[in-house]
């Protein structure tokens, strides 16, 4: 069975994967975009790897077939975007005459869409097929696969707005967006969030700082995820195109707002785990001592 899971898996990764470098030979028109499924090789390398050695069981802190799918998706997906946006007046006219199928008749900004949408869905359904990985427990692959979902509907509403708000052929912001997309992305491959450290009676002995990471792993990583790779990141580009780019409407403030919210919230919860925690640990000690 974990063969299995671990094979079709992966096998739906290199799937949606062809589908991106197809999309950009056509849309490009130009067969050398092909050598792009030679990004497809360590993924099928890891897989050959993983079955041998692991029987196809992922890592409990880090998904390497997450990673590599990322790695062969995202160039193909950055290609499709920038062209797009350099493209705009000439596409429609482009998908309207001519003998195209369905696939290529579709509206390119409704494919590079519909990509967005397929990649992130198969984030989340193919760490659910994934065998779990040493140490991880059911609870905590539920509350990945929540976070997931949550970080997914996200990271989408970001991409798909931000990219509207280019009015112009702006290739920088395209590229800056681009940028903090794919960083956001490697929330996917990481399972810090949930995953609890070891712990024992020892670590309430050591440092404070050794403590905080021994105790409260999974707090501080959710923070650090909060302020450098998601809201903190989408909060200072949003801020960018307001006051930069001079694009002002009701939703990108309101998506910045909900951003500084999260992060001013995230700055808090940091602040309570340094100074509450260890002072009511120290509290409880002196308690139990006669």
Not at 23 to 46: I, M, N
Not at 65 to 85: A, K, M, R
Request: proline share 4%; hydrophobic share 50%.
């Amino acid at each position: 069975l974990f063969f299995t899971r671990a094979v079709v898996t992966r096998a739906l990764f290199v799937l949606v994967s062809l589908v991106g470098v197809w999309r950009v030979t056509w849309v490009k028109k130009d067969l050398t975009y092909w050598f792009l499924t030679f990004l497809f090789l360590p993924l099928v390398a890891e897989m050959m790897i993983t079955l041998k050695s692991r029987k196809g069981k992922d890592y409990r802190w880090f998904s390497p077939p997450i990673f590599l799918f990322l790695l062969s998706i995202i160039p193909s997906i950055w290609i499709l975007e920038d062209h797009h946006q350099q493209n705009k007046e000439t596409e429609p006219l482009n998908t309207t005459f001519g003998n195209h199928t369905m696939l290529t008749s579709v509206c390119p900004n409704d494919w590079i869409l519909a990509l967005h949408q397929i990649v992130l869905i198969l984030l989340i359904v193919g760490k659910w097929l994934l065998p779990l990985g040493g140490g991880v427990t059911r609870e905590e692959l539920s509350q990945l696969l929540l976070i997931f979902v949550g970080t997914a509907a996200d990271i989408l509403e970001f991409v798909s707005e931000t990219m509207s708000d280019i009015k112009e052929s702006s290739p920088q912001l395209v590229y800056i967006i681009l940028a903090v997309w794919t960083w956001s992305m490697l929330q996917f491959p990481l399972h810090l969030a949930v995953v609890n450290s070891d712990q024992n009676d020892e670590d309430e002995d050591r440092l404070r700082v050794v403590f905080l990471l021994a105790k409260y792993s999974t707090d501080l990583f959710t923070i650090v995820e909060a302020l450098f790779i998601h809201d903190g990141p989408f909060l200072l580009l949003r801020l960018t195109i307001i006051t930069y780019y001079k694009v002002f409407h009701q939703m990108l403030v309101f998506f910045a707002m909900k951003n500084f919210l999260v992060v001013i919230l995230n700055m808090y919860r940091l602040v309570v785990i340094c100074q509450d925690r260890p002072q009511s640990n120290r509290s409880e000690n002196a308690v139990s001592v006669p």
